[in-house]
């Protein structure tokens, strides 16, 4: 079975210009996670989606960050415009959830590295 | 607020040798679930176990083994015998379920990692 999918794996782009990352879920996973991995702040997760109805987004960090799920098989991550500060590794996750009480495990892609110079 | 403190932020351990990762965690729930991911050096994160606050048995998968303890709020992981492919980050992960709720927290709140290095 196919893993989480990420692309691009690497992204390099100048400051001011807008960088869409993207992201295929595991098939049949109801929840569908966006993370941003720095050396300084460690994993911080941005913003979570169940049935691809956004749940939580206090994570993203300004209004420069958005994210979308059209549908179950696609995520995408807009950092509009860019700065260097953005600059880190991105990681998509996905999950089957779980139920009250329960929660699954989440499953990573291989991230996109973003340098925003 | 959920919290997880991993204090050994670097170890390094000669083959064959044995070695403990530490995780310390906060939560006020009662129901949580606690993980733990390998991040080797491609950069990719590996789920290796998820344990709920309800079961404290220790777990054991070949040469590792976790620690579950709710007493002194840990969830330590023992690499035996270790190897050089063992070398990687290990972050342990803490998600608060809510029951009745419908629905988790669903948020893994991540420690800062350890950085394991095992030399040949």
């Known amino acids: 079975d196919a893993g989480v999918i990420q692309s691009p794996r690497h992204e390099v782009t100048e400051m001011g210009q807008e960088v869409t990352l993207r992201c295929k879920p595991i098939?049949?996973?109801?929840?569908l996670f966006w993370y941003r991995q720095t050396m300084m702040r460690g994993l911080e997760l941005l913003i979570y989606?169940?049935?691809?109805?956004?749940?939580?987004d206090s994570g993203m960090p300004e209004d420069r960050f958005s994210a979308k799920m059209p549908n179950a098989s696609f995520s995408t991550l807009k950092i509009q415009p860019s700065e260097p500060r953005d600059s880190a590794v991105y990681f998509c996750a996905s999950s089957l959830g779980g139920g009250p009480g329960y929660i699954d495990e989440q499953y990573f892609g291989p991230g996109t590295r973003l340098t925003v110079t | 607020a959920q919290k997880v403190t991993q204090a050994q932020t670097e170890i390094s351990v000669v083959e064959k040798e044995d070695v403990t990762l530490d995780c310390v965690y906060e939560t006020r729930d009662t129901t949580y679930y606690l993980f733990w991911y390998k991040q080797p050096p491609s950069g990719e994160l590996v789920f290796l176990i998820r344990?709920?606050?309800?079961?404290?048995q220790n777990e054991i998968s070949g040469r590792y083994s976790w620690n579950f303890q709710k007493s002194t709020s840990s969830f330590n992981f023992t690499i035996t015998a270790s190897q050089v492919v063992d070398s990687a980050v290990y972050f342990c992960?803490?998600?608060?379920?809510?029951?009745?709720?419908?629905?988790?927290?669903?948020?893994?709140?991540f420690g800062k990692g350890t950085k394991l290095s095992v030399i040949p």
């Open positions: 098939s049949g996973h109801d929840y």
């Open positions: 344990r709920n606050s309800f079961d404290e």
């Open positions: 989606f169940n049935n691809n109805v956004p749940i939580d």
């Open positions: 992960a803490l998600s608060e379920a809510q029951e009745g709720s419908g629905a988790g927290s669903y948020q893994l709140t």
